[in-house]
């Protein structure tokens, strides 16, 4: 059965993140497995650069076409990915109509408010509740979150929506793409606050510390530590040429809810050094492909003495298919009568 699923998110092009690119993948799996999505995003709208970080891009004004999109499309499920004016106003299109709708939580939205505004983090977690209240499901990526989540007094039924890695894409290839000094240690992602790449880069370890990615700390970053590359944004092959070429992935975040990024260095046969928090500790469960500790030198040290025959077949353990089927049977009817539907799953359609 050919099932009609809106997906909403003010997450996407021109932003390349782990939100986006798994967006990205779960509707095209969808589709290709037989169902029609309705994609809305920002891109469809009047918008304005959002404060602070003019590459995300603020939908206007959007609830009259949205409205107008969704009354069109009729859709059997509806999911509101994020938590900005487009999930607002699907969310205010569902209440209106007394539809069943789900959710997700992708980012640690009142961490970041509280780094680049200093908005207390209950504030903003109090806003979070009140948005996520009327969904049926909150789908979460690992368990940390979903505990976080429940401690910080959400009664919603949450669901797992993991995450998945383009294999075919991420491999091992030739080092000799960076010709620098080893041991190559990597970060790879948007170069802003909550990222806290001044962790990695204040560390005294030998070889080439890299930096692949651009944003709002980038011109900062570049003066304070000269010594570091910055080879800014890339996409594709490039960036699975560079991601391969490493010796040792350093993800410093302390606020990422997963990090698919962590799976693209694994993919390419590239360790991960990381601090031991929400995020890391629910990607790298297993010491053979990574290292977490508080002190990111010693994870660093440690992660450099790892097989990279280990890390790539544990990245085969995520994919996209199983991520899609995973969403794909969270979703809700929409509307009561449509509670009869039979689900099917993703992966075997995909098989057949």
């Known amino acids: 059965m050919t099932l009609r699923i809106a997906f909403i998110s003010d997450a996407w092009h021109p932003q390349i993140n782990g939100v986006v690119t798994t967006i990205e993948n779960t ?33 206007l004004a959007c609830y009259g076409k949205l409205q107008r999109q969704l009354d069109d499309f009729n859709p059997h499920h509806i999911h509101i990915a994020t938590e900005g004016p487009l999930g607002m106003a699907a969310r205010r299109y569902c209440l209106n109509r007394n539809l069943a709708f789900t959710t997700s939580f992708h980012t640690l939205f009142a961490e970041y408010v509280n780094l680049r505004f200093k908005i207390p ?37 949450m669901v797992r929506w993991s995450r998945g890695v383009d294999t075919d894409l991420y491999h091992p290839r030739d080092k000799a793409f960076i010709s620098l000094p080893r041991p190559v ?16 880069l204040s560390l005294d370890i030998s070889g080439t510390k890299i930096v692949v990615g651009d944003g709002p700390l980038l011109k900062e970053l570049k003066a304070k530590f000269p010594e570091a590359v910055f080879v800014g944004f890339q996409t594709g092959e490039h960036l699975a040429n ?56 010693k994870a660093v040290a440690k992660a450099l003495q790892l097989d990279a025959k280990d890390c790539r077949n544990y990245a085969f353990n995520y994919s996209w298919a199983n991520c899609t089927e995973q969403f794909f049977n969270n979703l809700v009817p929409a509307f009561e009568q449509n509670k009869q539907m039979i689900s099917h799953s993703v992966v075997e359609h995909l098989e057949k």
Not at 125 to 139: E, N, Q, S
Not at 150 to 155: N, S, T, Y
Not at 246 to 260: E, K, L, M, W
């Open 185 to 200: 240690s990597m970060f790879v992602g948007r170069v802003a606050i909550e990222k806290n790449i001044d962790a990695f």
């Open 121 to 157: 983090v209950s504030w903003s977690y109090g806003f979070l509740r009140w948005f996520h209240a009327p969904a049926k499901r909150i789908m979460v990526a690992t368990p940390s979150v979903e505990s976080d989540l429940i401690a910080r007094g959400f009664k919603n039924s």
């Open 242 to 297: 560079y991601m391969a070429a490493a010796d040792v992935f350093v993800f410093p975040s302390r606020t990422d809810t997963f990090g698919i990024v962590m799976l693209e260095a694994l993919a390419s046969g590239i360790p991960v050094a990381a601090f031991p928090v929400r995020g890391p500790v629910d990607v790298i469960a297993c010491d053979k492909v990574g290292k977490l500790d508080e002190d990111l030198k």
């Open 27 to 59: 509707c095209s799996t969808l589709e290709r497995s037989g169902h029609r999505v309705k994609l809305i995003t920002p891109d469809q709208f009047k918008t304005m650069p959002c404060p602070t970080y003019p590459s995300i891009r603020l939908a």
